[in-house]
T-cell receptor, first 115, second 113 residues
């Protein structure tokens, strides 16, 4: 498996509190992504990064923000958590080696419960 | 926007039988990728298809990319309990930076021994 860690792995929080999830990689890959996975919806892209300090929105970005100050770290912040943000969050990385499209490598996931 | 759909959503298979899962895109794709996620695990890349009509095999798994590059299929022969999991197809966003992918909803495979 690629060197990707996510922290925390599990978190329970209350509605209205801020939450930050961290993704750390040791592969020096340029691209990083945050997805959420919910039953019946597959994997949906929240935000992604195509370089340090270069980020953009995905299809379900409302209520989330991201930051990437170093190549190895990509942070996902829920400014004020809501119950609809209860989900499993996956970080992924990829590299533009050899062509425009290459596989993504996923972290172990963070299970977030918002009460 | 681009949509990727998979059918069926669930597949109950008797051990030893064959089955096929299908992936359809609303737009033409430059390539398609397949991932497998075991229960409680994370998605893991299986394969990428690039050419129109391309067929690739991985042991008992056969992947095909349609001639129009808008659909793909995964066929598993002689299903085993190790095949349990959810299979996702994914296609790249067009004209987007950062290797963005659109994932289908997945086919969850359950194997009856």
């Amino acid at each position: 498996d690629a060197g990707i860690t996510q922290s925390p792995r599990h978190k329970v929080t209350e509605t209205g509190t801020p939450v930050t999830l961290r993704c750390h990689q040791t592969e020096n890959h340029r691209y990083m992504y945050w997805y959420r996975q919910d039953p019946g919806h597959g994997l949906r892209l929240i935000h992604y990064s195509y370089g340090v300090k270069d980020t953009d929105k995905g299809e379900v970005s409302d209520g989330y923000s991201v930051s990437r100050s170093k190549t190895e770290d990509f942070l996902l912040t829920l400014e004020s958590a809501t119950s609809s943000q209860t989900s499993v969050y996956f970080c992924a990385i990829s590299s533009p080696r050899g062509g425009p499209y290459n596989e993504q490598f996923f972290g172990p996931g963070t299970r977030l419960t918002v009460l | 926007g681009q949509q990727v759909m998979q059918i069926p959503q669930y597949q109950h298979v008797q051990e030893g039988e064959d089955f096929t899962t299908y992936c359809n895109s609303s737009t033409t794709l430059s390539n398609i990728q397949w991932y497998k996620q075991r229960p409680g695990g994370h998605p893991v890349f299986l394969i990428q298809l690039v050419k129109s009509g391309e067929v690739k095999k991985q042991k008992r798994l056969t992947f095909q990319f349609g001639e129009a590059k808008k659909n793909s299929s995964l066929h598993i022969t002689a299903t085993q309990t190790t095949d349990v999991g959810t299979y996702f197809c994914a296609g790249p966003y067009r004209q987007a930076a950062g290797n963005k992918l659109t994932f289908g909803g997945g086919t969850r495979v359950l194997v009856k021994p």
